[in-house]
């Protein structure tokens, strides 16, 4: 990764509208990531995943794949390697894998739905600062469905590092969800 792009993209994760979909989410991603090891594709997958992030936006993750290709293209990447990385962030849109190497990816993204309680509270509190323009009710209700639709999956998680966060992961979805 060349200076200006590193520093672009940490330009747009430390933006104030960043709560939660911010550096601090991108550093624990690639920290827990050494686990893997991860290539240097899924590398730029976790660094461009929110790189463009709206909370008003249904194309965040579009968006975000179509900012990797310009600028992993004018970095000289190989076409079939922004690809992946495309095909990566595209993938953390329904959390699905679909591109090799896309579930290690997808486990970091979602580690932290296995955070100890506190944790998990202060990250939904993180999420609610950057959906400040949708009515309470209406954050709980959205909320609410997407703690549902993950606890109706078999399971949440791909890889052995996934795995273990699994339990821990339901017991804070089954617990938000009441809540």
Known sequence: MTTALLLELTRLYQRPDRHYHSLEHVAAMLHAGREFPLDDVQTMA?????????????SNEEDSAALAGTRLAAAGWPAAEIARVQRIVLDTKQHRPTAPGA????????MSLALPWPEFARNTERIRAEYAHVPDGDFAAGRRAFFATMLQRD??????????????ARANLERASRG
Do not use: Q
Request: hydrophobic share 45%.
């Open 46 to 58: 976790v660094w461009f995943h929110d790189a463009i992030y709206d909370p008003r936006s249904k």
């Open 103 to 110: 579930e290690a990816v997808l486990d970091l993204d979602l």
């Open 155 to 168: 399971r949440l998680f791909y890889t052995p590092f996934g795995h273990r966060l699994e339990p821990l």
